[in-house]
């Protein structure tokens, strides 16, 4: 990914942000790590990112998702559970990396629905899931990132992460149907949503300028 350092600032002091736990949340590929450096470097938040490549089952979990569907889903649960933790706890504004409510109404419920988790086990995650969701505050704004399947595939295909390269496209669609009913029950805290189809804040100018404006308003 391109460092983001470079970026264009915000002009605004960064005490004028009123909020201290900001959350972006979408499927993969829809352009969250590269959100939350942007707004890392522009609004000087401490960016918390997804444990994607800590996780020790993942390789195990593309090649066979039945087997090995609930120790991941449970390591990421783990994982988030205490980076929630330490974040609440952390004394500056924080911008985060997908939230612990995706982990489990998003990718577990898939899962599920596909028969890749048996019951008892989803069960079993869900009543885990809903403890730790009630003990922690939620963020101060969610913002909603969503993108089309062929823009998913196409930045898969760039990131060139080698364990992600064959997802299936059905895999992929499933999880854009429960992002969208997910972001459409969501009410624990003020959202918005942004399109990133054809949003570049990586090298282009205006774009970055639209989603400043968008996203500080709310700021």
């Not at 909020?19 to 890392?40: C, D, Q, W």
């Not at 980076?83 to 612990?100: K, S, Y």
């Not at 990718?107 to 019951?119: S, V």
């Not at 942004?194 to 774009?207: A, E, F, G, H, R």
Request: with cysteine; glycine share 2%.
């Amino acid at each position: 990914m391109p460092s983001l350092t470079p970026m264009l600032h915000c002009s605004a002091p960064r005490q004028c942000i009123n909020k201290r736990y900001v959350a972006i949340a979408g499927n993969i590929g829809v352009g969250k790590s590269t959100l939350v450096e942007f707004l890392s470097h522009t609004f000087g938040l401490k960016a918390v990112f997804e444990p994607h490549e800590d996780n020790p089952y993942l390789e195990d979990f593309y090649s066979n998702m039945q087997r090995w569907s609930l120790a991941s889903q449970a390591y990421f649960l783990g994982r988030k559970f205490r980076l929630c933790r330490e974040a609440q706890e952390w004394p500056q504004p924080i911008v985060q990396d997908r939230t612990i409510y995706e982990d489990a109404e998003v990718f577990a419920r898939n899962l599920y629905e596909q028969g890749f988790m048996d019951e008892r086990d989803f069960e079993t995650y869900w009543e885990l899931y809903e403890n730790i969701r009630d003990s922690l505050r939620p963020p101060d704004l969610l913002i909603c990132l969503r993108a089309d399947l062929r823009t998913i595939r196409r930045r898969i295909r760039l990131r060139a992460r080698s364990m992600e390269q064959n997802i299936p496209t059905a895999y992929i669609r499933r999880l854009n149907a429960l992002y969208e009913d997910w972001f459409n029950s969501y009410r624990l805290s003020p959202s918005i949503t942004i399109v990133t189809n054809k949003i570049d804040y990586i090298t282009d100018l205006v774009d970055r300028i639209d989603i400043l404006k968008e996203i500080e308003k709310h700021l």
